[in-house]
């Protein structure tokens, strides 16, 4: 059973960083994509970005300029960094895994983790 | 980038069935894939491809995909089917490639 639990500081100040990790358990980090979203509070979904085991990324653009997403196959595991954050940032953070077909779908994901940016 | 059109929210009494419909351009040229999300919980894929279920959902839930808009569809609705509901597309020109709908909260009455 593949498992993603996400793990990092519940409050950040801002202008800060926001550093999140998430460890797999059940399945091996390599040969899938892996993929950063986030849900402010009452909101949708907003994809972050992905990146390969290989190390390969993909960014939102909205948030590209301030993203950075990195990976540890070693510990199976996979690190986002949000840098500048304001109040705008506050929302549940979620890791999952992303099933590499020819139309990739989420299929994993962990619980999520609240992150709010306050001073 | 592309863009997906989801309702507030759709009411349905018990035993009925209940429609959601994502809009998007040409979205049937696309495979759509569903999300259910529970209040606190993270969301549980539960149709890929527009109309495949993974393994352990059930049968009630069923998705279709045509033209302008994708639509998940849940019969026989139950109370614990109350729920967000998103629908989420890979755009592959895109540089904004995994693009989700606003969300749908399904009402049971």
């Known amino acids: 059973q593949v498992q993603l639990q996400e793990s990092g500081p519940g409050l950040v100040k801002p202008s800060e960083t926001l550093s999140l990790t998430c460890t797999v358990s059940?399945?091996?980090?390599?040969?899938?994509?892996w993929s950063w979203i986030r849900q402010p509070p009452g909101r949708g979904l907003e994809w972050i970005g992905y990146?390969?085991?290989?190390?390969?990324?993909n960014y939102n653009p909205s948030l590209k300029s301030r993203v950075t997403i990195s990976i540890d196959t070693s510990k199976n595991q996979f690190s986002l960094k949000l840098n500048s954050v304001t109040p705008a940032d506050t929302a549940v953070y979620y890791c999952?895994?992303?099933?590499?077909?020819?139309?990739?779908?989420?299929?994993?994901w962990g619980q999520g983790t609240l992150v709010t940016v306050s001073s | 980038s592309y863009v997906l059109t989801q309702p507030p929210s759709v009411s349905v009494a018990p035993g009925q069935t209940a429609r959601i419909p994502c809009g998007g351009n040409?979205?049937?040229?696309?495979?759509v894939h569903w999300y259910q999300q529970k209040p606190g919980q993270a969301p549980v894929l539960v149709v890929y491809?527009?109309?495949d279920r993974p393994s352990g959902i059930p049968e009630r839930f069923s998705g279709s995909n045509s033209e302008n808009t994708a639509t998940l569809t849940i019969s026989r609705v139950e109370a614990g089917d109350e729920a967000d509901y998103s629908c989420?597309?890979?755009?592959?020109?895109?540089?904004?490639?995994?693009?989700f709908g606003g969300g749908t909260k399904l009402t049971v009455l």
């Open positions: 999952a895994r992303v099933m590499p077909t020819r139309n990739p779908r989420l299929d994993y």
């Open positions: 059940g399945a091996s980090i390599k040969n899938y994509y």
């Open positions: 990146i390969y085991y290989s190390g390969s990324t």
């Open positions: 040409n979205i049937g040229s696309k495979s």
């Open positions: 491809d527009d109309s």
């Open positions: 989420q597309v890979w755009d592959s020109i895109s540089d904004h490639p995994v693009v």
